[in-house]
């Protein structure tokens, strides 16, 4: 992951940017990640804005961005809870908001500024014990990579978050010129 978050601070990754379907980039993203959530008791959910709409973005990198926001919700979520993935537009139709929310443990407000950080690893001690690993779980780099992509899409994304009650993560991407057709799916 470090080598990869290197190349794509760097631009040597090369972002494939056509019109994808907001909405089919959700609904993918949620049945590649219900099994897992299936696993750890997690209900997983969508809220899709139904109408056709078109961001401009790499397909496959964006739904990298969606899939590591959704593993750390369910790693975070404990049985029982809920995760959802969402998208709408906003901003007058200029751009959609694609986002993850929990009901989690939530992110302490001391730590929520540096979740995007590299190397940043928030509280392991309330993820779930089957997430971490020998290495001690992730390697800190999955949030930093996620701005990193969203940021070459011209995108933002943003933390917000309440201990005991849960997490959103949201991050804009353009919407696609009128007369756009959809490109290739994940």
Known sequence: ELLELSRIESGLVPMVI?????????????ARMLPQAQRHRVTLRTEVD??????????KQIARVLV???HNAIKFTPSGGKVTIGTTE?????????????????????E???????????DRARAKTDFIGPG???SGLGLAI???VVEAHGGRITAESRVGHGSTFTFTLPVATRGATPGGSL
Do not use: C, W
């Open 68 to 70: 590591n926001l959704v």
């Open 18 to 30: 056509e019109p994808v379907q907001a909405e089919h980039l959700v609904r993918e993203v949620m």
């Open 90 to 110: 906003q901003a007058g139709g200029q751009t959609q908001r694609f986002y993850v929310s929990d009901t989690g443990v939530g992110i302490r407000p001391e």
């Open 112 to 122: 929520l500024p540096r979740v995007f950080e590299r190397f940043y690893k928030a």
């Open 136 to 138: 001690g779980g992730g």
């Open 50 to 59: 139904e109408g056709n709409i078109l961001v401009a973005a790499d397909s």
């Open 146 to 148: 996620a701005r990193h």
